[in-house]
């Protein structure tokens, strides 16, 4: 298969400060790719930096086009939702307006009508509290609200930053097989970032590790998972 | 009691433009977190720009409509040229943008128009509004052309897509840019409202104040006065607030001996320091929580 999304040597600044050195990473079309890391190792400045929200050099490409450089807005009309850290809820903003404003590249009311039960078909309790002021949801109702959201975009590429962070087990477990799901039955692509590296490892089939802004070891999430040092500092057995 | 009814309607009706101010002003603060000073004389501008269409020989609704449309062209505008350029800069620089703004207005109308006192005509006339004695013409007209504009405004925010988006853009600016909003492109649109709005207060607010360059001053501080009651995170409470003011105003002229007609504006100011002493978030306004 084919790479959707491809970074080779890209260095990400927050103002005269380095945080990303010469990374490069693929995700593949139709996968799940991870990355992992510890805190501060750099993994929301990677998903940062592919939606141009950083400072970056170096090259990205998405689906053959280089969008380097390029602004957020226009990044994300290309097919990539970035689900961000902290949910990016639109708290005074009702859930289903939350859904339509993921909508807004987009044309067809109908067709956008039909995304919003498509959405609410995965997510079922999104569509009980369809009224309901999205600031009032629980932490996981946000998270699958993000998801939803992104959704509306139509994506070929999502890009996950820390999905699990603050959830209950049970929630994490839900999501993440809907994730799954999404990701078999709509096609959606996804570069996954997260701390909980044997739920990552489970659901990816590609894994990449990233320790103070560099890329130490990649491979498939099985040979990951099997590696004596990563189930010692990140699996933790 | 009639006296005070007829002060509380003719409160309504100045209020009515307070709050179209305060409206304008939270717009712009909602998007770009900063009170542009300059709202007052960019209305002024586009009252003299009305005045001088209607000296042309154009019929008053024309000219009405035109100077909406050139002041919304020119809001947007005024957002590209000025503000885009300095939108990461400190507060400072906005500041000074702003005077700069207000100077450039104030000077530009009186080298254009000269400094005289100018009678701006109603569309309304003038006289008793429906043989009754408590409001005139003038006022009752203002009152339904705010009602007019509020409504339009409440409708065009919640149902359409740009207006959400707008909302979208002003509460989120990171998120909605995720979801491939526009946010600069939303701001210069606020700006273009803001500026429109503007401009229909100043046109309805000139008949009373009649027209020069200095003619929005006032207006504008008992339009901060209206935005900080209601709360300036708050375009509904910005709009309660403006009317509020406007009869709090108007009563306390009428009723406080002290006060007069000469102290009214200093009303303004003692709400001001008032809600920020007592609810420095307004009525309606969310406190700000800032992680230090």
Sequence with gaps: ???????????????????????GLE??????????????????????????????????????KSIGGRATEDIVRLGIAHVPQGRGTFSRQTVEENLQIGAMTRWGRAEIAADIERVYGYFPRLKERRTQQAGTLSGGEQQMLAVGRAMMLRPRLMLLDEPSFGLAPLVVEEL???LRTLNKNEKVSMLLVEQNAALALDLADHAYLIETGRLVMDGPAQKLRDDENIRKAYLGY | MELFLHQVLAGLATGGIYACMALAVVMIYQAIDH???????????????AWQLIQWGFPYWLAFGA?????????????????????DAPVLSHVVAFIALLSIFNSGAGFLWDWTIKNFASPFGAGPFLGQNLINKHDAGMIAVTILLLVFLYLFFRHTRIGLAMRAAAANPESARLAG???GWMTALGWGMAAAIGSVAGMLIAPVVFLEPNMMLSILLYGFAGAVVGGLTSPGGAVLGGFAV?????????????????????????IIVAVLCVKPSGLFGRPVVTRV
Excluded: W
């Design chain 2, 181 to 183: 909003i526009r946010v």
């Design chain 1, 1 to 23: 298969m084919s790479n959707l999304l491809e970074a080779r040597e890209l260095n990400a600044f927050y103002g005269s400060i380095q945080v990303l050195f010469g990374l």
């Design chain 2, 67 to 87: 100077t909406i449309v050139i002041s919304f062209a020119a809001g947007v505008l005024i957002e590209r040229v000025v503000l885009r350029p300095i939108h």
């Design chain 2, 246 to 270: 406007g009869v709090i105003e108007n009563l306390a002229g009428t009723y406080i001996p002290v006060v007069g007609r000469e102290m009214k504006l200093s009303i303004a100011l003692c």
């Design chain 1, 27 to 64: 995700v593949e079309d139709g996968g799940i790719t991870t990355l992992l890391g510890a805190n501060g190792a750099g993994k929301t400045t990677t998903l940062r930096s592919l939606s141009g929200m950083c400072h970056t050099n170096g090259e990205i490409r998405f689906d053959g």
């Design chain 2, 35 to 49: 009170l542009n000073f300059a709202q007052g004389e960019m209305a002024m501008f586009s009252t003299f720009i």
């Design chain 1, 176 to 178: 993440f097989g809907i």
